[in-house]
């Protein structure tokens, strides 16, 4: 019996109903290709990692450390995450260049060791004009990577001892609680004769962090 000749699908390709790509969470793998040294791999020559400014770098010289907490209260120990900072003069660098004494993008992750702490080596950002042309506080832009989380999640951390600034930052304002917006306040601690800030993010329950739509 003769087959019926297949007609070639002459519908444009931009017509077509694709199948959605699945989705998955990051981890718990994402060490492995993102974070080599918190995997416990060898690094590559040219890694991006948490040392987002050298010694020589203008500005004044900060650590950032903290915590990623779960909705039931434990720590997650396997979470990565991304910062995106202005320099100490509020410009971003556009370019990474592991010669140059600052980056403005940097990574890090937690581990099973050293208390589950993610950290940061940079400085303190300058303030950056919103679109509206009002200045912003000095701020730290955080997207944060973890299993069970299907999309990052993107937060900012402030300054403690910013807070004349932090009270006229146009989009820390727009968060109508003060206990809300304590979330995205880092606190000022002296650890070794170094300047160190703490920032702890709970991604569910009492005390979530703000995460911002993007």
Same mark, same amino acid.
């Given at each position: 019996m003769k087959q019926p000749a297949i007609q070639p699908n002459t519908q444009p390709t931009s017509e077509l109903m694709l199948r959605e790509t699945a989705s998955q969470t990051a981890g718990p793998y994402v060490h492995i290709g993102l974070a080599l040294a918190a995997a416990g791999n060898p690094v590559r020559d040219e890694e991006i990692w948490n040392e987002m400014a050298k010694p020589d770098a203008e500005g004044e010289h900060i650590e950032v450390v903290g915590t990623v907490i779960d909705g039931n209260g434990d720590l997650v120990r396997d979470a990565f995450l991304e910062a995106w900072q202005a320099d100490a003069?509020? *410009?971003y660098q556009s370019d990474?260049?592991?010669s140059k004494p600052? *980056?403005?993008f940097g990574r890090t992750a937690?581990?099973?060791d050293h208390g589950s702490e993610w950290s940061l080596t940079?400085?303190?950002p300058g303030a950056v004009k919103h679109p509206s042309g009002q200045p912003m506080a000095p701020h730290i832009n955080l997207?944060?990577?973890a299993r069970g989380v299907n999309v990052h999640l993107q937060t900012r951390l402030y300054f403690d001892d910013e807070a004349e600034a932090n009270a006229q930052c146009p989009v820390l304002t727009r968060i109508e609680s003060?206990?809300?917006r304590q979330t995205l306040i880092a606190k000022r601690e002296e650890a070794n004769g170094k300047v160190r800030y703490r920032f702890d993010i709970r991604l569910q329950g009492e005390g979530e962090t703000v995460f911002f739509d993007f």
């Open positions: 003069a509020g *410009n990474y260049d592991l600052f *980056n403005s937690t581990t099973f940079t400085i303190k997207a944060v990577f003060p206990t809300r």
